[in-house]
């Protein structure tokens, strides 16, 4: 399975995001401290800056967003929030959504490794999309790790969003509704990755 295994501190510098959108709390490079001193990008650079952040974040490759974005494109409303939309159902990034996992990364390897069901039944693939009404949970086999059993004691490691609702209780997560725009507070300019496939 390809992966994407750039270093989180270095890349979030370079693409100007806070590590703490990757779940990453205390992370910081000290590395290269006057690097890019361009100070004006062309628009393409922009654009595909936006695209290399997105895709840094959510942890997915060239093939697989360039599909989301065909997705988008053809289902009604505005193509932008309708990748970004596709995106955010993804269960790897629902799985960091529920507080369950601290990154996305260690999401996404917590649903390969079959730590997840959807309504019941095991679900290992991180691209599968959640719809409302899905139950997501910790299966039972794995409830008894102490990774699981240490964020059922001691919380959660972030509060979930409107859409869902979380019992860390019982280590579960409901879908209640579609997520919004609004919901993803991610610093993110959709239009330009727009743009930069529609050239």
């Not at 890349?11 to 690097?35: E, Q």
């Not at 360039?66 to 790897?92: C, F, S, W």
């Amino acid at each position: 399975m390809a992966k994407n295994m750039q270093p989180v501190a270095k890349r979030c510098k370079a693409l100007n995001i806070s590590p703490a959108a990757m779940g990453y709390a205390h992370k910081d490079t000290k590395r290269n401290p006057k690097g890019q001193m361009r100070r004006k990008q062309s628009e393409y650079a922009t654009q595909m800056n936006e695209k290399q952040k997105v895709k840094f974040v959510y942890g997915i490759l060239e093939k697989q967003f360039r599909g989301y974005y065909e997705k988008a494109l053809k289902a009604p409303g505005q193509t932008g929030e309708n990748l970004l939309v596709l995106i955010e159902r993804r269960l790897d990034n629902v799985a960091f959504r529920t507080g369950f996992c601290s990154t996305r990364r260690d999401a996404r390897q917590a649903v390969t490794h079959g730590h997840f069901t959807v309504n019941g039944r095991k679900v290992n693939i991180p691209s599968y999309l959640v719809k409302p009404g899905d139950v997501i949970a910790i299966s039972e086999r794995s409830r008894a790790s102490v990774k699981f059993k240490t964020v059922k004691e001691e919380g959660a490691y972030c509060t979930s969003p409107r859409w869902m609702e979380t019992d860390v209780s019982n280590l579960t997560a409901r879908i209640v509704d579609m997520p919004a725009r609004e919901d993803i507070d991610l610093p993110i300019e959709e239009h330009l990755i727009v743009e930069l496939y529609s050239k």
